[in-house]
């Protein structure tokens, strides 16, 4: 099987790469673009958007897994901060209604996000973080080693180092 050591990252119209785990140092084609930032447009990772999958890994006796979808999905902050989950499709007309019907481009745009599965590399802690706007530390261990579940996909399981963690399309278009 290929290795996917190097990530590849893709938004709208622009390809960009990983060297390495966890971290993007592509500049999205444009220089004033941040590293170690991601896109917030339609952003593939492996080339494993849109379709829904499931991860897991592949040692059977193992078990570990991660949330079926996408590996992310967008939010809408609510008033009280308290982030929403805006499913596709809708998602749109969600954010709407948790910020505002009467809500401008920019509110809009300024209080919805995209929250990343996360995993802890070092106790293997799942969590939702904004890559854009949160630290991504373990609120259980404090470890700064965090993956994005979409970047675990051809790597090592992080639990059992045996099994391969694996992102299986399931026929799903969301
Ligand atoms: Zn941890
Ligand atoms: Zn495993």
């Known amino acids: 099987m290929e290795?996917?050591?190097?990530?590849?990252?893709f938004c709208q119209n622009v390809e960009f790469t990983t060297t390495?785990?966890?971290?993007?140092?592509?500049?999205h084609?444009?220089?004033?673009?941040?590293?170690?930032?991601?896109?917030?447009?339609?952003?593939?990772?492996?080339?494993?958007?849109?379709?829904?999958?499931?991860?897991?890994?592949?040692?059977?006796t193992c078990g570990f897994a991660g949330p079926s979808g996408w590996?992310?999905?967008m939010y809408a902050e609510a008033d009280d901060g308290e982030r929403i989950s805006c499913p596709?499709?809708?998602?749109?007309?969600?954010?709407?209604?948790?910020?505002?019907?009467?809500?401008t481009e920019e509110e809009l745009d300024n209080r919805t996000g995209f929250n990343y599965y996360c995993v802890?590399?070092?106790?293997?802690?799942?969590?939702?973080?904004?890559?854009?706007?949160?630290?991504l530390r373990c609120p259980n261990c404090e470890s700064t080693a965090i993956e994005l579940l979409v970047e675990l996909v051809g790597q090592p399981c992080p639990e059992c180092g045996d099994g391969d963690f694996v992102a299986e399309d399931t026929g799903a278009i969301a």
């Open 3 to 9: 290795s996917l050591s190097v990530a590849r990252y």
């Open 20 to 27: 390495n785990r966890g971290s993007v140092e592509g500049n």
């Open 29 to 60: 084609g444009r220089p004033d673009f941040p590293t170690n930032k991601l896109c917030r447009n339609t952003l593939i990772v492996n080339g494993i958007m849109p379709l829904i999958h499931d991860y897991y890994c592949t040692n059977e």
């Open 71 to 73: 590996g992310y999905y």
């Open 88 to 103: 596709h499709p809708g998602e749109q007309a969600k954010a709407r209604e948790v910020i505002g019907e009467d809500a």
């Open 120 to 135: 802890c590399v070092d106790c293997v802690e799942q969590f939702d973080r904004d890559p854009q706007r949160d630290q």
